[in-house]
């Protein structure tokens, strides 16, 4: 046996000591693209799958890669070595003159100059691809393509058996757990093993709100002694829209210390990399949001503390109402509300106005409202349509900011002018998507406001203030 084939053997043997251990399956992953960079010689492997509209490849387990290099952008299927995705093998022998190098500059600065790629196969469907990158350029051996399909074939084994890729029976097609913009969202969780139910409620409720989330996608590096790891971390949840990792803490409390620590190490380690902590507390006022989890039947004693009194909110609402008039002058505009929140609001702003506006308003469904939809969708469309026009959408609150990106989308989907957010409340330390916020009264601490249209199961909308709800004893412990 040559000296490469006892390598490959040796490798292929410790890949597979690593599937039969109590890894769990992004540290067998991780453990697989290491094993096999360096059973190559090259710089670094990828796994990467298909989303689910089988066009973008995410990367779920990286060796040897720049977090920069991982995230450069959306790998599209069809452009980046795309003989992958008829179940070929592509051989890249120079990155800088071949065309199917979707981000040319960027591997050029990895000093990425040849690249292997193979199709991962489950049943006979191609799910994703696995890469290694050399940092020479050079031809690949049949041998080295044999041995890449080998552990391919691996991962495939690991992802099937996991349950991380879901078997959409009937359509016969088998789709990445990651399931952006589904309607029958709850299937694909169901099939993922979650390691605490909170991580499957919250699963569904990105799913909900249609955004897409990876489960335990990769493991970082935290600790080592010389070669040898010796603490590795894995959040479970990265949104790849977001490009947001989310660790949440709800297991055990006295795991949140630790947890504290391995995010802080991340940051330190990775400072491009963003994660966001979900406390046990945090958490639980968020799924009380929605009428769910242990705060959401929480007996209150009525309103607390008054944060912003009527005079303030006026005084705040006019001056918001002034920089739109100034920013618009000479236009005419459409006032957008989501019901029901931005009721008062929206009928102070109008009354501060001093362009033309036009005003309309739109509904959306409720995340477990058991309306029989299992995504976001519209209940109540606009009339006017806000086609070519100058649109400002007006909140009361933007907490998650899921709801706002899904009206967003769905209003520029239809042209306007121009589109902007005026909202009176940003809740800005709970925000789990990234939304432009062209106008903003004040900024609020993570507590249960209610008041001036906010609600707390449909109470206390109209009080002219805005107030934190009063709990067991405590203030504003229920959510938001
Ligand atoms: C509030 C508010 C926003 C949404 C913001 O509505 O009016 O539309 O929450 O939350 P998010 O940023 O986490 O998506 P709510 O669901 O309380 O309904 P309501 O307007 O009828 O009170």
Same mark, same amino acid.
């Given at each position: 046996?040559?000296?490469?084939?006892?390598?490959?053997?040796?490798?292929?043997?410790?890949?597979?000591?690593?599937?039969?251990?109590?890894?769990?399956?992004?540290?067998?992953?991780?453990? @697989?693209?290491?094993?096999? *960079?360096?059973?190559?010689?090259?710089?670094?492997?990828?796994?990467?799958?298909?989303?689910?509209?089988?066009?973008?490849?995410?990367?779920?387990?990286?060796?040897?890669?720049?977090?920069?290099?991982?995230?450069?952008?959306?790998?599209? %299927?069809?452009?980046?070595?795309?003989?992958?995705?008829?179940?070929?093998?592509?051989?890249?022998?120079?990155?800088?003159?071949?065309?199917?190098?979707?981000?040319?500059?960027?591997? &050029? &600065?990895?000093?990425?100059?040849?690249?292997?790629?193979?199709?991962?196969?489950?049943?006979?469907? =191609?799910?994703?691809?696995?890469?290694?990158?050399?940092? =020479?350029?050079?031809?690949?051996?049949?041998?080295?393509?044999? !041995?890449?399909?080998?552990?391919?074939?691996? %991962?495939?084994?690991?992802?099937?058996?996991?349950?991380?890729?879901?078997?959409?029976?009937?359509?016969?097609?088998?789709?990445?757990?990651?399931?952006?913009?589904?309607?029958?969202?709850?299937?694909?969780?169901?099939?993922?093993?979650?390691?605490?139910?909170?991580?499957?409620?919250?699963?569904? @409720?990105?799913?909900?709100?249609?955004?897409?989330?990876?489960?335990?996608?990769?493991? $970082?590096?935290?600790?080592?002694?010389? #070669?040898?790891?010796?603490?590795?971390?894995?959040?479970?949840?990265?949104?790849?829209?977001?490009?947001?990792?989310?660790?949440?803490?709800?297991?055990?409390?006295?795991?949140?210390? /630790?947890?504290?620590?391995?995010? &802080?190490?991340?940051?330190?380690?990775?400072?491009?990399?963003?994660?966001?902590?979900?406390?046990?507390?945090?958490?639980?006022?968020?799924?009380?949001? !929605?009428?769910?989890?242990?705060?959401?039947?929480?007996?209150?004693?009525?309103?607390?503390? =008054?944060?912003?009194? +009527?005079? /303030?909110?006026?005084?705040?609402?006019?001056?918001?109402?002034?920089?739109?008039?100034?920013?618009?002058?000479?236009?005419?505009?459409?006032?957008?509300?989501?019901?029901?929140?931005?009721?008062?609001?929206?009928?102070?702003?109008?009354?501060?106005?001093?362009?033309?506006?036009?005003?309309?308003?739109?509904?959306?469904?409720?995340?477990? *409202?058991?309306?029989?939809?299992?995504?976001?969708?519209?209940?109540?469309?606009?009339?006017?349509?806000?086609?070519?026009?100058?649109?400002?959408?007006?909140?009361?609150?933007?907490?998650?900011?899921?709801?706002?990106? $899904?009206?967003?989308?769905?209003?520029?989907?239809?042209?306007?002018?121009?589109? %902007?957010?005026?909202?009176?409340? #940003?809740?800005?330390?709970?925000?789990?998507?990234?939304?432009?916020? +062209?106008?903003?009264?004040?900024?609020?601490?993570?507590?249960?406001?209610?008041?001036?249209?906010?609600?707390?199961?449909?109470?206390?909308?109209?009080?002219? $203030?805005?107030?934190?709800?009063?709990? /067991?004893?405590?203030?504003?412990?229920?959510?938001?």
């Amino acid at each position: 046996m040559g000296r490469q084939a006892i390598v490959f053997s040796k490798s292929l043997g410790e890949i597979a000591g690593a599937l039969n251990s109590s890894l769990t399956v992004a540290e067998k992953l991780d453990c @697989l693209v290491q094993v096999a *960079s360096r059973a190559l010689g090259v710089r670094g492997c990828s796994l990467m799958l298909l989303d689910a509209k089988r066009k973008k490849l995410i990367h779920v387990a990286t060796h040897g890669l720049s977090d920069r290099y991982v995230r450069a952008g959306v790998v599209e %299927a069809d452009k980046s070595l795309p003989e992958i995705m008829e179940g070929k093998t592509a051989a890249v022998t120079d990155t800088e003159s071949d065309p199917r190098i979707q981000f040319g500059e960027m591997a &050029r &600065r990895e000093h990425i100059a040849s690249i292997l790629g193979v199709p991962v196969m489950c049943r006979g469907r =191609i799910v994703g691809s696995l890469r290694a990158y050399n940092r =020479i350029r050079r031809e690949f051996t049949s041998a080295e393509e044999e !041995y890449l399909i080998t552990v391919a074939n691996l %991962a495939a084994t690991v992802l099937e058996s996991s349950g991380t890729l879901v078997s959409a029976e009937g359509s016969g097609s088998t789709e990445p757990k990651s399931a952006p913009h589904r309607r029958a969202v709850r299937s694909p969780v169901r099939a993922v093993s979650f390691a605490h139910p909170s991580e499957e409620d919250f699963a569904r @409720l990105l799913d909900f709100y249609q955004i897409e989330w990876v489960y335990e996608p990769r493991s $970082f590096m935290l600790e080592w002694e010389g #070669d040898k790891v010796t603490e590795m971390f894995t959040p479970d949840f990265y949104l790849p829209g977001l490009d947001l990792y989310i660790e949440m803490t709800t297991l055990k409390p006295g795991l949140t210390s /630790q947890k504290n620590r391995k995010v &802080r190490r991340l940051r330190e380690l990775y400072p491009d990399t963003k994660i966001k902590l979900l406390a046990r507390r945090d958490y639980d006022r968020l799924l009380a949001k !929605y009428g769910h989890g242990p705060l959401a039947g929480a007996k209150t004693e009525g309103v607390g503390r =008054i944060l912003f009194s +009527a005079d /303030q909110i006026q005084m705040r609402v006019r001056q918001l109402a002034k920089e739109i008039s100034r920013d618009y002058e000479g236009r005419r505009i459409l006032l957008v509300g989501v019901l029901r929140g931005m009721l008062c609001f929206m009928a102070d702003l109008m009354r501060y106005l001093e362009v033309p506006a036009d005003v309309d308003f739109m509904a959306i469904s409720y995340y477990g *409202s058991g309306d029989g939809g299992e995504a976001v969708h519209i209940t109540k469309d606009l009339d006017v349509k806000p086609n070519g026009r100058d649109v400002v959408l007006v909140e009361d609150i933007v907490d998650t900011g899921m709801t706002l990106s $899904f009206v967003l989308a769905h209003l520029e989907a239809r042209h306007p002018a121009t589109l %902007a957010v005026c909202t009176l409340l #940003d809740k800005k330390v709970r925000r789990l998507t990234d939304v432009p916020l +062209a106008y903003v009264g004040f900024e609020v601490p993570d507590e249960f406001l209610v008041g001036y249209g906010l609600d707390y199961r449909e109470e206390y909308r109209n009080l002219p $203030f805005i107030a934190l709800i009063r709990q /067991q004893g405590r203030q504003g412990d229920i959510g938001g």
